[in-house]
């Protein structure tokens, strides 16, 4: 009988576990709390080894350089795949030489952010290290980059050049052997 009562009690505490919430406090400021399921925060190896690392989760979790906006997109990410079978092995193979052209057709209309968006949820999926995200956000971003000049690319995401134009000519001139093959 007493097997019985240990398989309720670990059932039990394990949906606590799910339903618990991890507190953050976002922003330079660290003005804006946010709350989001323990579930989620554990896609994040960050807030894992954080809250691994803490005894008590009623204190929020200090994230600094993650706005609220932003963690709200990547909750939304989140929830979406947290039933997503988690990346081990070869898959780690995969994640480190991905291709640009397997983006999920929900994953590449939520990616539809404008620059600015995308390259803040780029640093946040960094910051936090949830590989998957961070991935998604490096595919969308070289799609964006495809078949595009430097001139091109400079336009794309507003770079300036370093050289001036006579500078410019002359590395041309210097490097025309890389045009030839």
Known sequence: MS???????SSSSSSNEETQIVKLSLGADLSNDYEIPKDIALMSQTLKDLIGDLDDLEEPIPIPTVELN???KVVEWCVKHKNDRPYEGEDETKLEQPTADDISPWDKEWCGFEKSILFELLMAAN???IKPLLVLCCKTCANMMKGKDYLELREE??????????EEE????????????
Do not use: H, P, R
Not at 3 to 9: A, G, K, L, R, V
């Open 3 to 9: 097997e019985s009562n240990n398989e309720n009690s």
């Open 70 to 72: 932003i963690m709200e």
């Open 127 to 129: 910051f936090l290290n």
């Open 157 to 166: 995401f507003g770079i300036e050049g370093d050289y001036t134009i006579e």
């Open 170 to 181: 002359q590395i041309k001139k210097d490097f025309a052997w890389c045009k030839e093959s």
